[in-house]
């Protein structure tokens, strides 16, 4: 069975600064997506961004990048000149390419961004 | 485009009954997930439904039951409620056949059993 695991409960920074937000994941599958969503206090599940296995090249998508350690089975997530707004949950993701759109979620890590 | 929406928002009920949750779909999705995220934890996947069907079950109960509608919209219902159901329920809508994955959450139904 497939496991995500995020091993930082809570972490802080400095608006501005960079944070960066761990995470592995244990499968024998060879293709898959990983992602990394946002729950701020209003609930709702936002996708930040989306890696598939088998690009070599990391996403980025604006402030957000992954470093993605195939090998490994690292995932990690570095938001860069955080803003007071990014503070939420940040939940990593596994998804099977062959299971349609089932999720498998790590246990969050909530950020504080400090003023 | 209208995204996922979920009624009622709260909803508090009593150990021993039921409850039904539901959920529209994103336009153009055609397949609906739906998790349970206990308070503190990451969500958890319930099942699946593809076309009117059942595609998939996480770990969950036979009294844990869903519909599929011909627009694609969802019911999540849950019999004999117990103490431990207390929690924030997740629908998702995709398009299956897109590939990449994507879901996009509803704000959720905070589910209270006392």
């Known amino acids: 069975a497939q496991t995500v695991t995020q091993s930082q409960p809570e972490m802080s920074v400095q608006e501005a600064e960079t944070v960066t937000l761990s995470c592995t994941y244990d499968?024998?599958?060879?293709?898959?997506?990983l992602f990394w969503y946002k729950q701020p206090p209003s609930r709702q599940m936002i996708l930040v961004i989306r890696q598939e296995a088998y690009k070599q090249q990391n996403a980025t998508e604006n402030r957000f990048s992954v470093n993605f350690q195939k090998a490994a089975k690292s995932f990690s997530l570095k938001i860069s000149d955080s803003q007071l707004g990014d503070a939420a949950m940040y939940f990593c993701a596994y998804g099977k390419k062959t299971s349609g759109s089932r999720l498998t979620f790590g246990e969050g890590t909530q950020l504080t961004v400090n003023p | 485009e209208t995204g996922v929406t979920q009624s009622p928002t709260h909803l508090i009920k009593t150990r021993g009954q039921q409850v039904t949750l539901r959920c529209s779909s994103q336009?153009?999705?055609?397949?609906v997930s739906w998790y349970q995220q206990a308070l503190g934890q990451g969500p958890q996947f319930i099942f699946q439904y593809y076309r009117e069907e059942e595609n998939g079950r996480g770990n969950f109960p036979p009294r844990f039951s869903g519909l599929q509608f011909p627009n694609y919209s969802s019911e999540l219902n849950v019999n004999a409620l117990e103490l431990d159901d207390s929690a924030l329920y997740l629908c998702a809508s995709s398009h299956a056949g897109q590939g990449h994955n994507e879901q996009f959450f509803g704000p959720g139904t905070r589910l209270t059993v006392l």
């Open positions: 336009s153009g999705h055609n397949t």
């Open positions: 499968t024998s599958e060879s293709d898959y997506y």
